[in-house]
């Protein structure tokens, strides 16, 4: 559930290349303490940009890949029995609160409802985490920032962030990246060549555009990669673009077969 690492300096961190000024408005929202909310479709970029600018603001990040049965209780900590005695054992966010770290919220609207009411007194000026179980108050540490993501064209009424806790974040939206950005990353992250990485992100960008018609989602670029990865190391294109682009997508055959006729007319 929880994915630590420490990293220091730009040129520590992992790839990514603004699509605008996001870089710089994270920057301004740490320097601020502001919480941030990156809202965008799966497979986009968002992690890779979190931890990217975890690398290059030098703090310690702390990830949660949020899901239904994710509770309030599984982010602060609990009492656990270790060595024949009771033990309290932080959770993710209390050490990032401790820490000076960022906690990084991946789907937060996943997670159960009352994790939002805990995130509620870290997102504004009194940065608290009351901790019921052991009677504490954690004042956040300097450089704490909580940060949390979500795919507002993917959930349902059921699963949406409420307006009185969107307005308590900064907010950046996020999107697949233009094919003058998104062929240069599909190159550096495979090794593809240039021709072939045009080819896949042309055919990314025809089957995006059949969203909401055919298909729930998108072609996220993290299925781009992967078909390029698996055509750097010398599958055939088409079986590629089949098992990384297709299949993920789809299981109605029919919607399959209208795919593969689209794969055809695009790279022939």
């Known amino acids: 559930m929880d994915g630590s690492l420490t ?4 040129a520590d961190a992992p790839f990514y290349l ?6 710089e408005v994270f920057s301004a929202a740490a320097d ?5 909310l990156l809202k965008g479709p799966t497979g986009c970029g968002k992690t890779r940009f979190v931890t990217h600018m975890a690398a290059r603001l030098g703090r310690q990040l702390h990830t949660v890949a949020c899901h239904d049965d994710l509770s309030a209780a599984d982010l602060i900590g609990r009492y656990l029995l270790k060595g024949g005695e009771t033990i309290w054992v932080d959770g993710p966010l209390t050490r990032a609160v401790r820490e000076g770290a960022i906690c990084y919220l991946d789907e937060v609207v996943e997670a159960r409802k009352d994790v939002t009411v805990v995130l509620h007194p870290l997102t504004d000026d009194r940065r608290i985490l009351p901790i019921d179980r052991t009677g504490e108050e954690l004042q956040a540490a300097p450089g704490f920032m909580l940060v949390a993501s979500y795919n507002p064209g993917y959930q349902n009424i059921l699963k949406t962030l409420k307006p009185s806790t969107r307005q308590r974040f900064v907010a950046l939206e996020f999107d697949f990246p233009a094919p003058k950005h998104e062929v240069p990353v599909v190159m550096r992250e495979t090794g593809l060549s240039e021709d072939r ?4 992100v042309r055919l990314a960008n025809k089957l995006r555009d059949l969203k909401g018609q055919d298909l729930e989602e998108g ?3 993290r299925l781009v ?4 990865s698996l055509i750097a190391k010398g599958m055939p294109m088409e079986r590629a673009i089949l098992a990384a682009m297709i299949e ?19 790279i022939g």
């Open 7 to 10: 990293l220091k300096g730009a």
């Open 18 to 23: 603004p699509q605008g000024d996001e870089c």
């Open 32 to 36: 601020n303490d502001l919480p941030v």
């Open 197 to 200: 990485a045009k080819l896949l």
């Open 219 to 221: 072609v996220s670029t």
């Open 225 to 228: 990669i992967y078909a390029a």
């Open 248 to 266: 993920p997508l789809t299981d109605d055959a029919d919607v399959k077969t209208g795919l593969l006729d689209l794969v055809t007319a695009v």
